[in-house]
């Protein structure tokens, strides 16, 4: 049995980053809110970058609570569907055409404090993912990943497993 000679890194890398932000484009809010979703291996940390406009209350002033309320849910959203392609990814089968994208069943939010006019980070944690029905726990934080900012569990509608342009 003769094995395959490894893809080179860069190759790799490249083909990961680009099939995530194929992910990514699908939605067309994340690109209207200015979120971002950086990779390190399998791993994904969404970016919401501080704009003014993402101020809900100027007189403290705190980050919108519907801002980062959807944050958390794309943030999840993204991460069920990067679960979903990274095995097929790692596997060597293309991802030109991705599985649609889990819809929300609901989302709980927990504000933990307010959201300081500053960049918020996120991290998404599969608990329970299916066939049919997927279940995510989320957490951002701003300064320190210790203190985070607004938490979220959110049970997701699992996409059918054949592949939608």
Do not use: C
Not at 102 to 118: A, C, E, F, H, N
């Amino acid at each position: 049995m003769v094995r395959a000679k490894p893809e080179p890194v860069q190759v790799v890398k490249e083909r990961r980053d680009a099939a995530l932000a194929a992910l990514v484009a699908r939605v067309p809010y994340i690109t209207f809110m200015g979120f971002e979703f950086e990779r390190r291996g399998d791993e994904l940390t969404a970016i919401m970058p501080y704009r003014p406009d993402l101020i809900g209350n100027p007189t403290l002033p705190a980050l919108h609570g519907g801002a980062l309320a959807a944050f958390l849910e794309v943030t999840a959203i993204i991460s069920l569907g990067w679960s979903l392609i990274w095995p097929r990814m790692e596997a060597g089968e293309g991802v030109e055409v991705m599985p649609a994208l889990p819809k929300t069943i609901d989302i709980t939010v927990d504000y933990l404090r307010s959201g300081l006019p500053r960049d918020a980070y996120a991290r998404a944690e599969i608990t329970r993912a299916g066939r049919r029905y997927a279940s995510v726990r989320v957490e951002a934080w701003q300064d320190n990943r210790a203190r985070p900012t607004v938490q979220a569990m959110g049970h997701f509608l699992m996409p059918e497993l054949e592949v939608q342009p």
